[in-house]
């Protein structure tokens, strides 16, 4: 993380010797940082505030094979930056620069007062998922894993967001503030209709 | 709803009559709707849009007695207005006039990909704990029903969060982002803080 603000502090100072110091200013001025950033070398810019944006659900021991149950519940959530969220509220689909974020927290049984059931507690990881178009030109979205470079475009993360995911390879079946909304504007892809149709 | 709608709006129209109005436009056009208001007759003006809020947890078939496990899993998400989240990260407690709001969902453990686990669809419940010292004088905190009045002072949640919630009557052990916040702040309640002592 440290290394990645020491990257972006570095790319800023050329920007600023590349005398965009006064227009920079200017913008910083009118409206937030963008949500979406990259280092110079093609890393995200980890979004430090994720949490007060908006949220989207979250799952507990969700998986998408079989298997054995896990001997550590997880809860996963997912947080998407506000004005994508709003785009998506307006138009059933994700604009351009959209940033979600995965986060992985252990469950706890026992803790406090609380007799049965799972709550969170420490956070086990975080993973990105973010859309542009121009950079990424598979399908306009790459995976991050917490630092480094995106998933290679042809990852069996991709793949599999591109045959399962119910909008424009986003798993907003498993989002339920979002789903009515794409039933509402015809944003859901042809391979997941096709998939829940068969399995009905 | 739309019958608490209708109660604010003849609300709205008395304090107008008043001679309220310039003020009240004046100030509508500087900052949005306070997230905590009542109807004429006492209850809460139930806030739409709290998805938008921060976030602060989630748990899944959380009791706080002993039982059977429950026949449908159910996912409890924990929202707090935002003005009120960015005091509690400056003072590790909460403000006046904080809102908070429990909405409840159905778990679904198999659905689209999904082969493991629970992810959320319905909502089936929603409740609120809002912070109000001047009209709730016991310890300054009421919950809500999704409609209705306030509950009575001594009901048995106020004292469960009375007697059991880390800070100011909440559940800031289960808010894993909140929770080192308090403790940097030293803002723990005794009760909590005996509780734990004696558990360990």
Chains 1, 2 share one sequence.
Not at 81 to 94: E, L, M, R
Not at 168 to 178: A, E, I, M, W
Request: with cysteine; aromatic share 10%; net charge neutral.
């Amino acid at each position: 993380m440290s290394s990645q603000v020491r990257i972006l502090a570095s790319a800023l100072g050329v920007a600023l010797a590349g005398g965009l110091a006064a227009a920079a200013i200017s913008h910083a001025a009118e409206k937030p940082a963008p949500a979406l950033a990259y280092t110079a070398d093609g890393k995200l810019v980890a979004p430090q505030n994720y949490r007060t944006w908006v949220y989207l659900s979250t799952g507990v021991d969700m998986a998408y094979l079989e298997g054995p149950p896990p001997s550590q519940h997880t809860f996963d959530s997912v947080f998407v930056d506000p004005a994508s969220y709003a785009a998506f509220q307006k138009t059933g689909t994700w604009p351009d620069k959209t940033v979600m974020v995965l986060e992985v927290r252990k469950g706890q049984a026992r803790g406090s007062i609380n007799k049965a059931g799972v709550f969170q507690t420490d956070r086990v990881g975080v993973e990105y998922h973010v859309k542009d178009v121009a950079r990424f030109k598979t399908d306009g979205w790459a995976f991050f894993p917490a630092s480094g470079a995106p998933l290679p475009q042809d990852s069996a993360c991709n793949k599999c967001h591109e045959q399962h995911g119910a909008v424009d390879t986003t798993f907003v079946q498993f989002y339920p503030t979002l789903l009515p909304k794409a039933q509402e504007m015809k944003t859901m892809s042809a391979a997941y209709l096709a998939e829940e149709a068969a399995a009905k």
